[in-house]
């Protein structure tokens, strides 16, 4: 792989483009941009811009056009953000997603992450620049996150059908698609090539001529985005925005193998391991229904697991991001509002086998580092003093303690490991995750 420096992490050096222009005809916005409209007191843009700081973005280049003199005096370069931003205006034309995009040519890096200002999407930024790279070695130029759609947030777009993104056509919809575009992709600057300098064009026209010559992947994303395209819209994210950062919220983080699911059996190594396919998980018993009592109390859920087979080269990379991307649909097609699951895909020594060797290094996510709790705990309100960090092994104990949580260790066949803790112990010592629920029911 080419482009990034595997050793350090790669948000660090990924350049991200926001399309900051949208104009707000329909909010009656004459002041501003969309992406600048008031929401509980800050503009919109915030909140995203908060999301990426979290993932690790350092380096973004804005496309400004409507009242760009607003955005850059809100954000200037950066600093006051502890980022780098720079700018890219249309100039006397309004030229347009795509037509900004290729003005921008000269100051894109030759791969660059691209999102709308105007949307608050959620999701998990460093699977898309570890799928970019993957797919770039198979002679992708770019990947399209997708969500499964059915025309319940706007009219989907996309035929996206075992893990392929098969074809993005906004202009000629079709029965077949039964999903939409998410708003961020990964793209390499080939996309602009054949693009005349400032002509108007949209974004969508290059994206489905990408697709349509095979050159375009897909990242299926489990969470819904939200937009400010209405008033309504608008209504909607503040009040979501409220209770998300404004309300602090009781949580729970849960270790994924061997509390949600069963280990399987690991026929090469003939040893219990996790399950790499969505044929071989299997939820062990009484976990459903607790999570759905769990979540319906109102408690936020999140999953974080550690998973190196990928670069220890027993599976693929793309093969552990779907099958999680698989079970957080499943749990929440079972009405459990799973708010997400988190996997650090690292490990600090790996093997020569792997497809990914950028996966071999140390990192903070990994537990018992506390990073995959303290990324969420950025990006939430939650109250630290009565949330919880439960799992069956001693790394999932010591990283609630660095992050400041209560902790629960699930399994009494592992209270031998207690001792290993010394004054890292857990606060309780549970036999299954229903002990879990009913600490929950006592707190509340």
């Known amino acids: 792989m080419t482009g990034h420096d595997w050793n350090r992490d790669p948000a660090a050096d990924t350049q991200v483009v926001i399309l900051m222009g949208g104009l707000g005809t329909r909010l009656g916005l004459t002041d501003r941009p969309k992406a600048m409209a008031d929401i509980n007191g800050r503009p919109f843009f915030d909140y995203e811009l908060m999301l990426l700081k979290r993932w690790g973005f350092r380096r973004f280049l804005f496309l400004v056009g409507h009242q760009a003199e607003m955005v850059e005096h809100c954000y200037g370069d950066g600093s006051g953000q502890g980022v780098e931003i720079r700018y890219s205006r249309d100039g006397r034309t309004q030229l347009g997603t795509g037509g900004a995009l290729k003005q921008a040519e000269e100051a894109l890096d030759e791969s660059f992450i691209l999102l709308y200002g105007d949307s608050f999407m959620d999701m998990d930024y460093r699977e898309l620049v570890y799928r970019y790279w993957l797919e770039r070695k198979a002679g992708k130029a770019g990947v399209m996150t997708v969500l499964k759609n059915e025309n319940r947030y706007d009219k989907s777009n996309v035929i996206f059908r075992d893990g392929a993104l098969l074809l993005y056509d906004k202009a000629e919809q079709s029965t077949d698609m039964k999903y939409i575009d998410y708003g961020v992709s990964m793209l390499s600057k080939e996309v602009l090539a054949g693009v005349e300098p400032g002509r108007a064009c949209d974004l969508s026209e290059l994206l489905t001529a990408l697709s349509k010559a095979g050159k375009l992947a897909g990242q299926e994303v489990s969470k819904r985005f939200y937009e400010i395209g209405s008033p309504a819209s608008r209504e909607e994210f503040a009040a979501y925005a409220k209770q998300r950062f404004d309300t602090a919220k009781q949580a729970v983080f849960l270790d994924r193998d061997g509390v949600i699911n069963e280990f399987c059996f690991n026929e090469e190594t003939e040893q219990l391991d996790s399950p790499f396919t969505k044929e071989e998980f299997r939820y062990r018993e009484h976990v459903l229904p607790t999570l ?106 010591l990283a609630g303690k660095k992050a400041g949580l209560k902790t629960a260790l699930l399994g009494e066949y592992k209270c031998d490991m207690c001792h290993r803790l010394e004054g890292m112990r857990p606060d309780r010592v549970l036999r299954d995750i229903r002990e879990m629920e009913g600490i929950l029911k006592r707190e509340l």
Not at 345 to 373: N, S
């Open 292 to 397: 759905k009592a769990i979540s319906d109390r109102g408690v936020l859920l999140f999953i974080v697991t550690n998973q190196p087979a990928a670069a220890k080269g027993k599976v693929s990379l793309k093969a552990l991001y779907d099958l999680n991307t698989w079970m957080a649909n499943d749990l929440r097609a079972r009405g459990i509002r799973l708010e997400a699951s988190v996997m650090c895909p690292h490990h600090p020594a790996g093997d020569a086998r792997t497809q990914a060797p950028f996966l071999i290094r140390r990192c903070g996510c990994r537990k018992p580092g506390a990073g995959m709790l303290t990324d969420i705990l950025s990006i939430y309100n939650i109250d630290r003093e009565h949330s919880w960090m439960a799992g069956d092994s001693y790394t999932d104990i």
